[in-house]
């Protein structure tokens, strides 16, 4: 398995018989995939650091892909003709809303409500467990007020609560500088309620040292699990 660092909060994960490409909008370049591989594209909601339009035309270049959209991104046959993209939408396009489950194929998709906008995806795959956690995190904010904070909080434990037990191989979680002193309590939560095998921090505006800090200080107990990302491109192999 390779995981390849995109940026922000784009990875993607090479296996024997699939690539699984999460929240790409266009920036960073991607690994050359196999075309004997089937390419699963997921986007977790329309924000423009975590989808554009424009992906959609991969595929152009890779005809065995499938494009799984989070709640908000229900692209009608007009809008993709707008913009160029002539892909056959019921055959390419599924849509996902929170709480829901898909087969498709050999995989089974799980999505989880977001604390801010679409879908977090939970993915089986190749006998391995995906989470990828789009923008369902823990955004308390100091300036937010007690009350506000304190419902997030809740609503953001609550919803990891509905996969404790899961064993999850790859996680990819938010660990944000933009949130100020609670940047790293949404990864502790998801550390000590599910935990995953390898846990990739995302959605850092590449402001990498945060790993560092995270590790040194809030982060001790899950140390050998965090990989240190320092640059987009990046490619980690297990």
Same mark, same amino acid.
């Given at each position: 398995?390779?995981?390849?660092?995109?940026?922000?909060?784009?990875?993607?994960?090479?296996?024997?018989?699939?690539?699984?490409?999460?929240?790409?909008?266009?920036?960073?370049?991607?690994?050359?995939?196999?075309?004997?591989?089937?390419?699963?594209?997921?986007?977790?909601?329309?924000? &423009?650091?975590?989808?554009? +339009?424009?992906? @959609?035309?991969?595929? *152009?270049? /890779?005809?065995?892909? =499938?494009?799984?959209?989070?709640?908000?991104?229900?692209?009608?046959?007009?809008?993709?003709?707008?913009?160029?993209?002539?892909?056959?939408?019921?055959?390419?396009?599924?849509?996902?809303?929170?709480?829901?489950?898909?087969?498709?194929?050999?995989?089974?998709?799980?999505?989880?409500? &977001?604390?801010?906008?679409? +879908?977090?995806? @939970?993915?089986?795959? *190749?006998? /391995?467990?995906?989470? =990828?956690?789009?923008?369902?995190?823990?955004?308390?904010?100091?300036?937010?007020?007690?009350?506000?904070?304190?419902?997030?909080?809740?609503?953001?434990?609550?919803?990891?609560?509905?996969?404790?037990?899961?064993?999850?191989?790859?996680?990819?979680?938010?660990?944000?500088?933009?949130?100020?002193?609670?940047?790293?309590?949404?990864?502790?939560?998801?550390?000590?309620?599910?935990?995953?095998? =390898?846990?990739?921090?995302?959605?850092?505006?590449?402001?990498?040292?945060?790993?560092?800090?995270?590790?040194?200080?809030?982060?001790?107990?899950?140390?050998?699990?965090?990989?240190?990302?320092?640059?987009?491109?990046?490619?980690?192999?297990?």
């Amino acid at each position: 398995m390779v995981v390849t660092y995109i940026k922000h909060s784009c990875f993607c994960v090479e296996l024997d018989r699939h690539v699984l490409l999460f929240d790409y909008c266009l920036e960073g370049e991607l690994p050359a995939f196999s075309p004997e591989k089937k390419i699963l594209v997921f986007t977790s909601h329309k924000h &423009s650091d975590h989808f554009n +339009v424009g992906i @959609l035309h991969l595929a *152009e270049q /890779y005809p065995d892909i =499938h494009f799984f959209l989070g709640a908000g991104l229900r692209l009608n046959e007009k809008y993709l003709a707008r913009n160029g993209i002539s892909i056959d939408r019921d055959a390419y396009i599924t849509n996902l809303y929170k709480r829901q489950e898909c087969d498709y194929a050999d995989i089974h998709v799980r999505t989880l409500r &977001s604390t801010d906008a679409g +879908v977090a995806y @939970l993915i089986d795959c *190749e006998g /391995y467990k995906f989470y =990828h956690a789009g923008d369902l995190n823990c955004w308390c904010h100091p300036e937010d007020g007690q009350e506000f904070n304190d419902r997030m909080k809740r609503e953001y434990e609550e919803e990891i609560d509905t996969i404790r037990g899961e064993r999850i191989d790859l996680a990819f979680v938010p660990l944000d500088p933009h949130v100020g002193s609670t940047y790293w309590m949404g990864l502790s939560y998801f550390m000590q309620a599910v935990g995953a095998a =390898h846990v990739f921090p995302m959605h850092m505006w590449e402001e990498y040292a945060y790993i560092d800090r995270y590790i040194a200080n809030e982060g001790q107990a899950y140390a050998d699990a965090v990989v240190k990302i320092t640059a987009p491109g990046q490619r980690f192999s297990f």
